[in-house]
């Protein structure tokens, strides 16, 4: 991929991680823990071969602020 292509996807990812973090705080309590422990799970359920090492911490640093949200 192109920087330019790299730029617009990280751009989508941090918009859509918005518009998760807002609706996963308007979900209930115990719908949210659900959410998070399948969100934990699938992240946790990648291919090692697909998520190669800094991938594996860019995710980790998305997906942080969701977690929290959910928390």
């Known amino acids: 991929m192109k920087a330019k292509?790299?730029?617009e996807l990280d751009a989508r990812?941090?918009?859509l991680?918005?518009?998760l973090q807002e609706?996963?705080?308007a979900l209930p309590r115990s719908q949210a823990a659900e959410v998070a422990?399948?969100?934990r799970c699938g992240v946790a359920a990648l291919a090692i071969?697909?998520?190669p090492g800094r991938v594996d911490e860019?995710?980790?640093r998305e997906l942080?602020?969701?977690l929290t949200a959910l928390a």
């Open 64 to 66: 942080a602020p969701l």
């Open 5 to 7: 292509q790299l730029e």
């Open 23 to 25: 609706v996963c705080r």
């Open 37 to 39: 422990e399948s969100v």
């Open 17 to 19: 991680s918005i518009a």
């Open 49 to 51: 071969e697909a998520c």
């Open 13 to 15: 990812i941090r918009v």
């Open 58 to 60: 860019a995710t980790a």
